[in-house]
């Protein structure tokens, strides 16, 4: 995308003239941007050390945007592991904090069947046929969050240890709508970053807009974990990039949303 309108000031810019803005006045108006022509939520990345030019880009544009053939994100429409998702409506979802073993995610049967590579759960015999579980980590839920409106709106039940079972489309909220009401609970944050970066104390801080909207606050314990893991050359690279995060969402004693990450399994990150 070549341009963007920023509503702090109501102007449009150029990526090359956003990019010459002092950098008070760039950090400060790059939580501010939208697309051009529909409005969408748009975000700014700098030049990069490796030579990638600056430049704008939105995510999601509203429909019949003509911009969006620019900043097209990739939809899964295969048979696959989501797909698969999508074809097993009563399946229950366990969250998988265990972000480091090898291997894929398998769909098992509640009473202890084993699983399959084609990710269905095995049943034999003439009984009722019990709950299957399929197990999926944070990076999975984001791909399905990301490219797929049936699964962010779906009653399917999810299993996280320790917690009671919630449907999906009431523990998952995006980034843009948190707000009040949700103070205090438990839950699955994902959207759009604007920018990251740290303050004097080493947190650093995953912004997601402007002062109205929620950050999110990685302790210098692991901040480094959470960039080597996801292979963060530069923090430009998060300008862009999608999150999910489970936890609580606070308010600071000046009123600014946020939420502390307490763990890298608590993160996911996508970059774009």
């Known amino acids: 995308m070549d341009t963007a309108r920023c509503l702090e000031d109501g102007s449009t810019y150029t990526s090359i003239q956003f990019s010459r803005l002092p950098a008070d006045e760039l950090s400060r108006k790059r939580r501010q941007l939208q697309c051009p022509e529909c409005g969408g939520p748009a975000f700014f990345r700098k030049a990069s050390r490796s030579g990638r030019a600056a430049c704008f880009g939105a995510r999601p544009h509203n429909p019949n945007c003509s911009l ?3 900043d097209v994100e990739r939809i899964d429409d295969g048979a696959g592991e989501y797909q698969d998702q999508l ?4 399946t229950n979802i366990v969250v998988d904090f265990n972000y ?4 894929d995610s398998a769909v098992s ?3 202890g069947l084993p699983g399959n ?3 269905r759960g095995r049943y034999e015999g003439t009984a009722p046929r019990p709950d299957a579980q399929m197990h999926r980590r944070l990076s999975s839920l984001l791909r399905m969050l990301i490219e797929s409106p049936h699964f962010r709106n779906s009653g399917q ?3 996280i240890e320790g917690r009671r079972s919630i449907p999906v489309r009431n523990f998952f909220v995006p980034i843009l709508s948190i707000d009040r009401p949700h103070i205090g609970g438990h839950l699955g944050l994902w959207g759009l970053i604007s920018d990251a970066r740290y303050d004097s104390n080493g947190t650093l801080w995953l912004n997601s ?3 109205d909207h929620i950050s999110f606050g990685l302790s210098p314990q692991i901040a480094p974990d959470v960039i080597s893991r996801f292979h963060v050359s530069d923090l430009e690279d998060l300008a862009g990039a999608y999150v999910l995060v489970f936890g609580t969402p606070q308010v600071s004693s000046n009123g600014k949303l946020y939420c502390i990450v307490d763990g890298i399994e608590c993160i996911a990150l ?3």
Do not use: M, S
């Not at 480091?100 to 291997?103: H, K, M, S």
């Open 87 to 90: 074809e097993n409506p009563g």
């Open 109 to 111: 049967e509640a009473d």
């Open 209 to 211: 807009g402007g002062r």
């Open 100 to 103: 480091g073993a090898a291997g």
């Open 157 to 159: 039940i999810l299993e």
């Open 68 to 70: 969006a053939a620019i």
């Open 117 to 119: 590579p084609a990710r």
């Open 270 to 272: 996508r970059l774009t």
